[in-house]
C-alpha cells in the first residue's frame, strides 16, 4: 500500500514539476510580448491565467486520481493545446514547428525512457533549427527572430511530457503482462487442484460404494453430504434425490431421520438401534449407528449414520 502511495506522489509531483516550467514559459512569453499583447491582443492575458490557475487545481487533486496513466494523458493533450496556442499568440507557430512537436511525441514514444527526454529534445531542436535556415533566405539573423527561439523551450517540455506518458504507459503495459502470466499460472494450478479435489472425491465416493452398510454423512447444517449405494438399494431412491437436500425434507428416511436429528441437536448417540421402516409396502427392520465427525480441534463438523439391513425380519405388509 505505502509503494502504491509513493508512486502515486511521485506520478504527482512530476506531472506539477512539468506544468510548472510550462507556465514559466508562458508567462515569460507573455513579458516578452507585454507591449504587442496589451495592444492587441489582451486576450492572451485571460489565456496566461488559465494556464497558472489550473495548475492550483491539478496541485489540490487528491493522489489517488494520480494513479495509472489516465489523467497524464488528459494533462498532456491538454498541454499540447497550451503550447499550439502559446506558440501561435507569442512564439511564431508554423509548418515546421507542428512537424517537430509531432515528431517529438513519436520519439518519445519510442524511446519510453524520461532519461532521453534532454536528448530528444535537444535532436529535435537541432533540427528544427535546421530546417528554419534551410528554408529561410541567405539574410535570415535568427536573432532577429526571438520568437522562434522562444518555441525552443515547448519542444523540451512536450519531450519531458512524452517521455515520462510512454515509458510510464509501459511500466504499466508491462505489470499488466505480468499479471496476466502469473493468473495464467495461477489458473493452471487451480485447474490441477480442481483435478485433484475432484479425482479424492471419486475415489471416496468409490470407497463409500464399497461398504455392504449403508452411509449416511450429514453437515452441521443439516444437509444430507454422502448417501451412499447401499442407502440407495435400502430406500429404493436414487442419491441425486438426497445429497444436498435438507434432512428435514426427507421424510422417507423414517427412524434415520430421527436418529440423525437426535445427534445434531440433542448430542444423542445410537448404538445399534433397531428402527422399522417401509418402503413400498415392504418392512424392513435396520440397525443404526451414529456417530460425530470431529476437525483436528475435535470441533464438530458433520454427523456419520451407518445402516445395516436384518434381512431376517425383512417382511411384505398385507
Known amino acids: 500500500m505505502e509503494k502504491i502511495s509513493s508512486e502515486r506522489e511521485l506520478r504527482k509531483k512530476y506531472i506539477i514539476y ?4 510550462l507556465t514559466t514559459i508562458i508567462v515569460l512569453l507573455g513579458l516578452y510580448n507585454y507591449a504587442d ?7 492572451v492575458i485571460f489565456f496566461i491565467f488559465f494556464v497558472i490557475a489550473i495548475n492550483f487545481v491539478f496541485i489540490y487533486l487528491p493522489e489517488e486520481m494520480y494513479e495509472g496513466i489516465n489523467l497524464h494523458y488528459v494533462i498532456f493533450l491538454l498541454d499540447i493545446i497550451i503550447i499550439s496556442l502559446g506558440a501561435y499568440w507569442m512564439g511564431d507557430m508554423d509548418f515546421k514547428f507542428f512537424m ?3 515528431l517529438t511525441v513519436f520519439i518519445c514514444a519510442l524511446s519510453k525512457s524520461v532519461k532521453l527526454s534532454f536528448i530528444i529534445a535537444i535532436v529535435v531542436n537541432i533540427l528544427y533549427l535546421y530546417l528554419i535556415y534551410s528554408f529561410a533566405d541567405e539574410n535570415f539573423d535568427i536573432t532577429q527572430n526571438i520568437n522562434i ?17 510512454a515509458e510510464k504507459a509501459n511500466e504499466d503495459y508491462l505489470e ?4 496476466k502470466k502469473s493468473n495464467i499460472l495461477l489458473s493452471k494450478d487451480i485447474k490441477n487442484l480442481n483435478e485433484e479435489v475432484e479425482s479424492i472425491i471419486n475415489f471416496t465416493a468409490r470407497v463409500y460404494d464399497s461398504f455392504k452398510e449403508g452411509i449416511i454423512i450429514m453437515d452441521t447444517q443439516g444437509i444430507i453430504r454422502v448417501f451412499n449405494r447401499e442407502c440407495e438399494t435400502i430406500f429404493n431412491i436414487h442419491r441425486n434425490k438426497v445429497i444436498n437436500f435438507s434432512l428435514s425434507d426427507l421424510n422417507f428416511l423414517q427412524g434415520v431421520k430421527e436418529a440423525l436429528t437426535n445427534l445434531r441437536l440433542k448430542k444423542i448417540i445410537s448404538l445399534n438401534k433397531e ?17 460425530f465427525i470431529r476437525d483436528n480441534s475435535q470441533d464438530v463438523i458433520g454427523y456419520l449414520g451407518t445402516l445395516k439391513t436384518s434381512l431376517n425380519k425383512i417382511k411384505r405388509s398385507v
Open 18 to 21: 512539468i506544468r510548472s516550467l
Open 275 to 291: 428402527i422399522t421402516i417401509k418402503i413400498d409396502n415392504i418392512e424392513k427392520t435396520l440397525e443404526i449407528n451414529t456417530a
Open 100 to 102: 517537430m512537436m509531432f
Open 176 to 179: 499488466k503482462e505480468k499479471l
Open 37 to 43: 499583447i496589451m495592444v492587441n491582443r489582451a486576450y
Open 149 to 165: 527561439l522562444l518555441n525552443l523551450p515547448f519542444i523540451f517540455i512536450i519531450s519531458l511530457h512524452g517521455s515520462y506518458l
